[in-house]
């Protein structure tokens, strides 16, 4: 057992505070100049059912949940639904416990609540206690909750339990608490905290397990934020003054921060009836002159299909998020895959044409965001910000600077009324807005109210001054300028300052490794293990999935050996789309897929690709999956 790092599981019903609890814990530590990374299971109910947030700490940066974890908090559901003996959904009440003994490292912490949980009723928990080292401490936090208030309080006092075993002094958490509680809730939380501080200290061996927080400290300050503060801070930060949406898990989080802060900034928040109606306000929005986004979930983006055709046919900017889940239908709507891909890069009909980026995490969140609106907005074109549940709702620390960039609120290419006196127009006094001038794929757009913009807006094809042509040599002229569009933006993107995909690992190697999205810091983790063990691997992360890097990955590409593809669906659609773009070169990659719900641990990608890759063998079990190259 690794005794550098605590990796922190707490454990309950939907309802009792998991998710708010192991929050305030993670910035605790985050406070005290420790790096924290923090990874959300729940159920897709409203309140009730099993529960828990893991909390990874360590001196070092930390990319990912890592694998398996050293300490359980279990709290017992105080809203568990079905005590009774052979409920369908099985017993809930011991669930906190029964879920979670598998992935617990041998020497491991349990500190159970045993004034909801009893051990009598897990089968044979006494005997895997004894064989895999655990520590166990039954206190009743219940009752000492109740002592000094309501029930609710145990999680203060099961987080005062960890600090007395795991050695973090009081005061972080204390100080914390200070900050945010309201006096006549802070000192009955200190007196829990307290009470149970001490029980540990007076009943119990404290220093028994081998684990202890490590020390660290911070060069510059950190926040703590999710995938989705970055996006709706991005978005803010780029001038975004409208948002209309639909909830649905998981995008709900992104329109809620910002139905809660655009307010503040003079903008509109508006929750519609469906998602064609939220895409549609949205394209409205910036058509008369807004910067405006709109998004959904896996479902929701299906019906955003008739409204994003009519973006890219009317060249109005738009920005839309999708959150992908498992799917399809309503699939899983609160577990994390990425079978969206394909979905997001061709949904509508013809020969349509959008710029499509998956951050990694909420850094490149941030900044990918600010990324698709100027895009968006320069070029007339629908950007979109591909994301999962994983980089949505997992937390951890970025420095604070991250954010410190200029806010911009310029509408890009828009052509004022000076511009417009000179600018073409057609005998009935309409703008040129779709005007074709040679050595531009873009057309200065008129906005509504401005002198002499005049100009008609329309699904159809159309011709320059937007009346509907059904001219062969027009329809060419449109659809070649609105194609080019992708290569001037990629000729861009490819000039940009830094790499906007993730290159990691040794600059030479034999394997390398491909992923996108939010498994690039996973994955990063399993290079560095497998260089450790002696294998030769480096990782390139794409964030840049519509216009693809063709250049950049096929360097990469050409540079190893082999290469496999990691992602989180069952059909290799990353894989489909680069071999696409590539053209060439199928006979390196190979997949390695897993589309249980659950992203990938680094030990997970490890064992895959020394089985698969450096032994050829097959993969045990069936939480992951290996396809072999089969050529272009």
């Not at 009792?16 to 814990?25: E, Y």
């Not at 359980?72 to 409920?87: I, V, Y």
């Not at 073409?424 to 002198?451: A, E, M």
Request: proline share 6%; glycine share 10%; aromatic share 6%.
């Amino acid at each position: 057992m690794t005794t550098d790092e605590l990796i922190w599981r707490i454990a309950g019903g939907s309802g009792d505070g998991i998710a708010s609890t192991s929050q305030n814990f993670a910035k605790a530590l985050m406070r005290s100049g420790l790096h924290v990374f923090t990874h959300r299971h729940y159920p897709s109910r409203i309140r009730g059912g099993h529960t828990y947030t893991e909390v990874r700490v360590s001196a070092e940066p930390v990319r990912s949940r890592g694998d398996g974890y050293n300490f359980l908090l279990a709290l017992g559901d105080s809203f568990a639904r079905n005590p009774q003996e052979n409920a369908y959904y099985g017993n809930e009440e011991t669930k906190p416990l029964t879920e979670n003994l598998d992935d617990l490292d041998d020497g491991g912490v349990i500190v159970y609540d045993s004034g909801l949980l009893d051990t009598d009723d897990i089968p044979n928990f006494d005997e895997r206690a004894a064989e895999h080292g655990w520590h166990v401490y039954d206190i009743d936090l219940r009752t000492i909750a109740r002592e000094h208030g309501r029930e609710v309080m145990r999680n203060t006092a099961g987080v005062a339990v960890t600090c007395a075993i795991a050695d973090i002094e009081p005061e972080v958490i204390k100080s914390l608490m200070d900050d945010t509680m309201p006096e006549k809730v802070f000192e009955p939380n200190m007196s829990v905290f307290d009470d149970a501080y001490e029980a540990v200290h007076d009943s119990f061996d404290a220093d028994a397990p081998d684990i202890s927080v490590p020390s660290g400290d911070h060069d510059e300050e950190q926040v703590l934020i999710s995938g989705s503060d970055a996006i709706a801070y991005g978005a803010l930060d780029e001038g975004c003054r409208f948002i209309a949406g639909y909830p649905m898990t998981p995008w709900t989080e992104v329109f809620t921060i910002m139905s809660q802060n655009l307010p503040e900034v003079g903008g509109i928040s508006e929750q519609v009836e469906d998602e064609i109606a939220a895409a549609a306000l949205a394209i409205g929005a910036s058509h008369a002159g807004v910067k405006a986004m709109s998004g959904s979930s896996g479902g929701g983006f299906a019906l955003m299909s008739e409204p994003l055709g009519l973006a890219e046919m009317t060249e109005t900017p738009v920005v839309l998020i999708e959150a992908m889940r498992a799917g399809p239908s309503t699939g899983m709507p609160t577990k994390t895959e990425q079978g969206d891909l394909e979905h997001v890069l061709y949904t509508s009909q013809g020969d349509s044409h959008r710029v499509v980026c998956a951050p990694a995490d909420a850094e490149e969140a941030y900044r990918q965001t600010r990324r698709a609106f100027q895009i968006a907005y320069e070029y007339q074109i629908p950007s979109i910000v591909l994301y999962d549940q994983k980089n949505g709702g997992e937390l951890r620390n970025v420095p604070a600077s991250v954010f410190d960039e200029e806010p911009n609120p310029d509408l890009g290419s828009v052509i004022t009324e000076a511009e417009l006196e000179d600018a073409p127009h057609d005998p009935s006094g309409k703008y040129n807005r779709f005007q074709h001038d040679p050595g531009s794929d873009v057309s200065p757009r008129s906005l509504p109210g401005q002198t002499g913009g005049r100009y008609l807006a329309t699904g159809n094809e159309h011709m320059e001054a937007g009346h509907i042509s059904e001219s062969p040599a027009n329809r060419v002229n449109q659809v070649n300028r609105r194609m080019s569009k992708m290569e001037t933006i990629r000729k861009e993107l490819d000039g940009d300052d830094g790499e906007r995909n993730v290159h990691y690992g040794p600059a030479e190697a034999d394997h390398g490794i491909v992923t996108f999205g939010s498994q690039q810091g996973t994955a990063a983790e399993a290079v560095d293990r497998l260089n450790e063990e002696g294998h030769s691997a480096k990782l390139l992360g794409v964030s840049e999935l519509a216009p693809y890097p063709v250049d950049e990955v096929t360097e990469f590409v050409e540079s190893v050996d082999e290469v496999l593809v990691v992602e989180m669906n069952a059909s290799a659609q990353f894989r489909g789309l680069t071999q696409k773009e590539l053209g060439r070169y199928g006979e390196k990659l190979s997949s390695l897929l897993k589309y249980n719900g659950n992203p990938f641990e680094p030990g997970e990608i490890v064992d895959g690709f020394v089985t698969s890759i450096v032994e050829d063998g097959t993969i045990p079990g069936h939480e992951t999956k290996f396809v072999p190259a089969t050529g272009d």
